[in-house]
T-cell receptor
Framework: NAGVTQTPKFRVLKTGQSMTLLCAQD?????MYWYRQDPGMGLRLIHY???????AKGEVPDGYNVSRLKKQNFLLGLESAAPSQTSVYFC????????????????FGPGTRLLVL | RKEVEQDPGPFNVPEGATVAFNCTYS??????FFWYRQDCRKEPKLLMS???SGNEDGRFTAQLNRASQYISLLIRDSKLSDSATYLC????????FGAGTRLTVKP
């Protein structure tokens, strides 16, 4: 049981390049999330998914796209990377959704460090 | 104003010390509260949920004060292994994370 895994672990991009970050979970969770973490700021939600085939915008969605073609995978895409997207990206999953007030335990992947030059 | 605010620290304490962190939140309709722990260059992991009546898990005690809109985390008998960043998380339909409080426990 690997939990939540992310690939790649680290990537350097040039401005304008594109890339896809992959998140996979083997816990049969319905809900999946992409966050970014920047120094001095809390994790901020980029996009999330409440089930296979569905996605929704979070707090900071601009410049990112996502897809959830399979329940276990959640992909984050950067179509044209910008230096402002240099960050650590965490994927998370949970069995209960955002509106399940009292048991929202999210399980995080190990993170992807992205540097955009 | 940030929705969730924490003192970034760092808190440097000796082994065996008691240390407390506070976290304030701005949305009075927030429904649930958590403390996560994040080790350097690692992912956040749930430390404990925070219940209205307060709750304890071993050396860790969490309290919620809805009237003043803050939550607290108390760590007793600090261990070297407690060194980490502690993230306050507040849920009101969306999970909102504080930037974290860094704790270093020294021998």
């Amino acid at each position: 049981n690997a939990g939540v895994t992310q690939t790649p672990k680290f990537r350097v991009l040039k401005t304008g390049q594109s890339m896809t970050l992959l998140c996979a979970q083997d816990m049969n969770h319905e809900y999946m999330y992409w966050y970014r973490q920047d120094p001095g700021m809390g994790l901020r939600l980029i996009h999330y998914s409440v089930g296979e085939g569905t996605t929704a915008k979070g707090e900071v969605p601009d410049g990112y796209n996502v897809s959830r073609l399979k329940k276990q995978n959640f992909l984050l895409g950067l179509e044209s990377a910008a230096p402002s997207q240099t960050s650590v990206y965490f994927c998370a999953s949970s069995s209960l959704g955002r509106l399940a007030a009292y048991q929202e335990t999210q399980y995080f992947g190990p993170g992807t460090r992205l540097l955009v030059l | 104003r940030k929705e969730v605010e924490q003192d970034p620290g760092p808190f440097n304490v000796p082994e065996g010390a008691t240390v407390a962190f506070n976290c304030t939140y701005s949305n009075s309709a927030s429904q649930s509260f958590f403390w996560y722990r994040q080790d350097c260059r690692k992912e956040p992991k749930l430390l404990m949920s925070v219940y209205s009546s307060g709750n304890e898990d071993g050396r860790f005690t969490a309290q919620l004060n809805r009237a003043s809109q803050y939550i607290s985390l108390l760590i007793r008998d600090s261990k070297l292994s407690d060194s980490a960043t502690y993230l306050c998380v507040v849920n009101n339909n969306d999970m909102r994370f504080g930037a974290g409080t860094r704790l270093t426990v020294k021998p």
